[in-house]
Every structure is written in C-alpha cells, then in structure tokens.
C-alpha cells in the first residue's frame, strides 16, 4: 500500500502554494500510531492538536471531521501512522494572518511501520546534539510546523547504531529529544524537562506525568542540567510512536540494566 494524503477530506487534493503552512510553517501537526487499525490515544491527540491551535489563534476542525476522514481510508488502516495536520489556510503575500482565514485540514496515512519498531527493546544508544535550541516561550510546548532546528540537529549523524539526540538549550539544560521527550529517574522522583521556554510538549508526556502521579510516584517538571542527567538512575525518551523507551547509553555513558522504565511503560500503556 501507498501513502494516502486527504486534503480538506478529498485524496489527492493539491495544496494551494499560497497556503501559510507551506510559506510560513504557520501550522500544528500531530503523528499517530495506527494500532489494530485505530489511532492510538485518539481523542488526546485531537485535544491537543486543538488545544496548540488555539495558542496560535487557528480555528480547529469539530472532532467528527477528523473522524469522517479516517471513515474515508477504512479498510485501509491495518497498521503504520497517521499524520494529522492544521495550517492557517491560504492568504496573501506577507507575514500578517489573514483576517478570515480558512484552516487547512490534512490527513496523511503512511503504512510503513515506524523505524522505531526496529529499535533494540533492552535499550536506545542517544548522543548529545551540538544545536542548541532557541528561546521562545510563546510558542514553548506546541508541537508547531517550524521544525528547522529538529531537522539541523537530526542530520548531525547518519549511523544507525544511535537512534535518538538530546537537544540542550543555550544554557546547557536538556529540553528533549530530537523527536521525544526526556524522563530522568533520581532519588526516587520522575524528573521531566521544563517547556516553559522551548521544546514540544507531547501526549505521550502528558499521559505519563499524569499516570504516574496518580499512581502515586513522586513527579517533577524541571530544569535538568546534562550532569544530572548523567547522574540518573535511569533515563527514558517518549513519543507516540514510540510509546516509553529507556536510553542504556548516552555517550560515555551506560546505563546495563532498566530501574524503572518497565512499570511506567506499563501505566503509559495502560
């Protein structure tokens, strides 16, 4: 099977060039995983898919026309990912948002299985990024369609034997991974990088934040410093895709044996 893109719920529908997600990144995308043909935690997904909307004063589809373009590719969703996307719509020339502006809805399903499946399940091999991610708390935690800095910093290596980067900010703190979120496990406390300047927040992240604290495990956003991630009992990346997968080195670094990971993949999971 081939990639199927549904724009405004018609396949093979043209993106108009002067659409602002295409000259501006004016947009928010989430990537889903497909599991027995259903989206995995569907309706967290559009809650934040709209709710980084709203930051970006972009009217967010009602949930049924998601739902009706998925209704469009049934029988075609056995497996792979699902990539939903919102820009702000077409407009003129110029960095101003248009005054009545039509959002952009796009649906993508790619049937390839993620490259995360082949992944080594007792642990990930990381690296420290040299890109050094920018501040800007206005648009901290939403998972935006300017992804420069992730592109720059995931073409810093072509090997196989790493599969994921720490991105750090200018001051040394670690924000994420090029394509996940950080958990550091440390004196008892799950301890998560801070998004109040920079880095994506996603519902991988925030399922697990609240499904630890209400299992009763002591939970902590942040500021991390690389030396206390060195320090850690155990580190842990996260994403949709990937759900939560302990790091069993980050350099020099090793971490042989799982602490905690396998009960919190558990209440992720769950």
């Given at each position: 099977?081939s990639?199927?893109?549904?724009?405004?719920?018609?396949?093979?529908?043209?993106?108009?060039?002067l659409?602002r997600?295409?000259?501006?990144?004016?947009?928010?995308?989430r990537?889903?995983?497909?599991?027995?043909?259903?989206?995995?935690?569907?309706?967290?997904?559009?809650?934040?898919l709209?709710?980084?909307?709203?930051?970006?004063?972009?009217?967010?589809?009602?949930?049924?026309?998601?739902?009706?373009?998925?209704?469009?590719?049934?029988?075609?969703?056995?497996?792979?990912?699902?990539?939903?996307?919102?820009?702000?719509?077409?407009?003129?020339?110029?960095y101003?948002p248009?005054?009545?502006?039509?959002?952009?809805?796009?649906?993508?399903?790619?049937?390839?299985?993620?490259?995360?499946?082949?992944?080594?399940?007792e642990?990930?091999?990381?690296?420290?990024?040299?890109?050094?991610?920018?501040?800007?708390?206005?648009?901290?935690?939403?998972?935006?369609?300017?992804?420069?800095?992730?592109?720059?910093?995931?073409?810093?290596?072509?090997?196989?034997?790493?599969h994921?980067?720490?991105?750090?900010?200018?001051?040394?703190?670690?924000?994420?991974?090029?394509?996940?979120?950080?958990?550091?496990?440390?004196?008892?406390?799950?301890?998560?990088?801070?998004?109040?300047?920079?880095?994506?927040?996603?519902?991988?992240?925030?399922?697990?934040?609240?499904?630890?604290?209400?299992?009763?495990?002591?939970?902590?956003?942040?500021?991390?410093?690389?030396?206390?991630?060195?320090?850690?009992?155990?580190?842990?990346?996260?994403?949709?895709?990937?759900?939560?997968?302990?790091?069993?080195?980050?350099?020099?670094?090793?971490?042989?044996?799982?602490?905690?990971?396998?009960?919190?993949?558990?209440?992720?999971?769950?």
């Amino acid at each position: 099977m081939s990639v199927v893109c549904l724009v405004n719920g018609i396949a093979g529908a043209a993106l108009d060039p002067l659409d602002r997600g295409l000259q501006y990144g004016d947009g928010v995308f989430r990537t889903l995983r497909l599991e027995n043909g259903k989206p995995r935690w569907w309706e967290e997904q559009l809650a934040k898919l709209a709710a980084d909307a709203a930051r970006l004063a972009i009217a967010c589809p009602e949930a049924s026309l998601w739902q009706s373009d998925l209704a469009n590719l049934a029988g075609r969703l056995s497996g792979g990912v699902i990539k939903l996307l919102l820009t702000r719509g077409s407009g003129a020339r110029g960095y101003r948002p248009p005054d009545a502006a039509t959002a952009t809805r796009i649906l993508i399903h790619d049937p390839t299985p993620p490259v995360s499946d082949t992944w080594p399940a007792e642990g990930l091999n990381a690296r420290i990024c040299d890109l050094r991610m920018s501040v800007q708390p206005h648009l901290a935690g939403i998972k935006h369609l300017n992804r420069l800095e992730n592109v720059l910093a995931r073409a810093e290596w072509n090997t196989p034997e790493i599969h994921e980067g720490l991105l750090l900010d200018a001051e040394g703190h670690v924000v994420s991974g090029v394509m996940s979120n950080l958990f550091v496990w440390r004196d008892g406390r799950l301890l998560t990088p801070s998004l109040e300047q920079c880095g994506v927040a996603g519902v991988a992240r925030a399922r697990l934040l609240r499904r630890a604290t209400a299992a009763g495990i002591a939970v902590q956003e942040t500021r991390i410093g690389l030396d206390e991630v060195l320090a850690a009992e155990e580190i842990m990346l996260s994403n949709s895709l990937i759900g939560l997968r302990r790091v069993s080195r980050l350099g020099e670094r090793a971490w042989p044996k799982p602490v905690i990971s396998p009960q919190l993949a558990s209440l992720l999971d769950a």
